[in-house]
């Protein structure tokens, strides 16, 4: 065999090793870029699990140094943002079940119940509890992104019976209990003369409770004040308007409240008496008001009894 064709079946056989490999790497780098991209577009779209299966491929060793990169902190972020479930179940006694199979969406989540928390997808989940002997638990959640250890628990079995009236013996009939009164809590009766008012007088008697006060005040302050000026400006009748001017206003205003005091007063009477529903038991609470040497007054009677 001559020199020069020993060196071409050299190059060629350096070749033909040489060409498979470098087509190999340049598919690894091809499904590396793919896998990236479409992990992208899964994490876009909510469905991170799959997002998350595609970042694994291509944040390999074998990927180039800038996708695997990109993917391993893209993975992060995922992981950050993918919510997960804690499963439970119990039976209508209260004890803990383990044997319980759950799916979501026909998918299975968990074999058995361990207490280990469960990564799913955000959005709504149909999950449905199996277990032998049991009828099945299903239930819709919605499931919020980054939610870490939600707990889901159910209760398989069927709830314990609720706790009812007491059954009459054979032959006896069952103890009435006492009419609750018109108005009354479910359960409640009115003890014998016991007076039941509707709201609409006490506020009435508020409202003139706290005219009459407020003209008190204003008036007390108004005889102080117009007391003053007949010991100053009175006695050589050189009062301004802007000297006299508040006191008038605390008459006017005092006068005001008076009448407001006054007829919320006889509002709430007239409210006391029309209410049919009520028999008096005791006296109610009695408020009078006037006008002495010292200024106004307000009187509030409250009879212990009340």
Do not use: N
Not at 199 to 214: K, N, Q
Not at 250 to 274: D, E, H, P, R, T
Not at 278 to 301: H, I, K, N, Q, T
């Amino acid at each position: 065999m001559s020199v020069r064709r020993a060196i071409g079946l050299g190059l060629g056989v350096a070749l033909g090793v040489s060409l498979p490999a470098g087509a190999a790497r340049a598919l690894d780098k091809a499904q590396c870029a793919a896998a990236a991209e479409e992990a992208q577009a899964l994490r876009d779209a909510g469905k991170l699990g799959l997002s998350r299966e595609k970042l694994l491929t291509c944040a390999q060793q074998g990927c180039p140094a800038v996708v695997r990169d990109d993917c391993a902190r893209w993975l992060g972020e995922v992981d950050a943002r993918r919510p997960s479930l804690v499963f439970g179940a119990r039976d209508p006694r209260g004890s803990d079940l383990t044997d319980v199979r759950v799916s979501a969406d026909g998918r299975p989540l968990a074999d058995r119940l361990d207490g280990s928390a469960v990564s799913v997808d955000p959005g709504q989940l149909h999950l449905r509890f199996e277990s032998a002997g049991l009828p099945p638990v299903e239930r819709t959640i919605v499931v919020l992104e980054g939610q870490k250890s939600r707990l889901v628990e159910v209760v398989m079995g069927g709830a314990p019976p609720a706790s009812g009236p007491v059954a009459a013996p054979p032959g006896r009939a069952a103890p009435r209990l006492p009419d609750a009164a018109p108005g009354a809590a479910p359960g409640a009766s009115a003890a014998p003369g016991e007076r039941r008012v509707s709201a609409a007088p006490w506020i009435s008697l508020g409202v003139g409770a706290a005219g009459l006060a407020a003209f008190g005040v204003l008036q007390g302050l108004a005889q102080a004040e117009y007391a003053d000026l007949e010991d100053g400006c009175g006695r050589t009748s050189s009062c301004t308007e802007a000297e006299v001017s508040p006191t008038r206003t605390k008459f006017v205003a005092s006068g005001v409240m008076l009448g407001v005091g006054g007829a919320a007063l006889a509002a709430a009477a007239v409210l006391w008496l029309m209410d049919g529903s009520v028999e008096p038991a005791a006296a109610g609470p009695r408020v009078s008001a006037g006008v002495g040497p010292d200024g106004g007054f307000v009187r509030l009677a409250v009879p212990l009894g009340l």
